[in-house]
């Protein structure tokens, strides 16, 4: 999937395009055709790779010809690559470029790599670590996040958002639990009320009358 952000003075354009196997010859002929700002690939791993004795050869082929494409157009691609199998393995759990899959050369032929973590704690508390793994004109940091894609928030992590999310924790631990239906359903007691009353307004009817 590709996804091309164009910008011009009056309008912002997203291009989404769902090609399957999409070749690098294509990527060039969409990015030609749209002059864009920014282009994303979803992702390295189902691209169509030229035929090759190896997985490893036909990965280095295809991310030479994806940083020519760069070159010649002078417009940016960001591309989305898998870690493999060791990267479960990691004691820290942090990325590095021997740990992308496929091949070395997604790393080297980049020019900036940023590792994205976290664990299921992080994930509970919308906590994600963004790292610059790779940064050929620059130094490699690494920032805490908060990352809510639900809210499509993302921004700089604050002590305070820990503390936010477990008050939220602690109110929904404390909170009456609602039963939709059944016998002690908030809609069945709100029913009981309605006929109560009625029979209510009935005998007074009777009374009167």
Known sequence: M????TSSLQQNVIVMDDIGRC???QVFAEMNRWKPDVTFIDYLGLMS????????SAMMELTRSLKQITRTLKSPIVAIAQTNRDSGK???????????AQSI???????LVLGLERDEEMIDNSQMTVRVVKNRDGRCLTADMYWDLEKAQIRPWKAADMFAQKAR???????DPVVPFGPNSTLDAEADKIIANGAHVKEMIR???
């Open 23 to 25: 070749t690098h010859e």
């Open 90 to 100: 990691s004691a820290n759990k942090a990325v590095s470029l021997d740990l992308l």
């Open 169 to 175: 924790e602690v109110e929904d631990e404390t909170a």
């Open 105 to 111: 050369s997604v790393g080297q032929d980049a020019d």
């Open 207 to 209: 009374t009167v009358a």
């Open 2 to 5: 590709l996804c091309r952000c």
């Open 49 to 56: 790779m030229p035929s090759r004795t190896s997985d490893w």
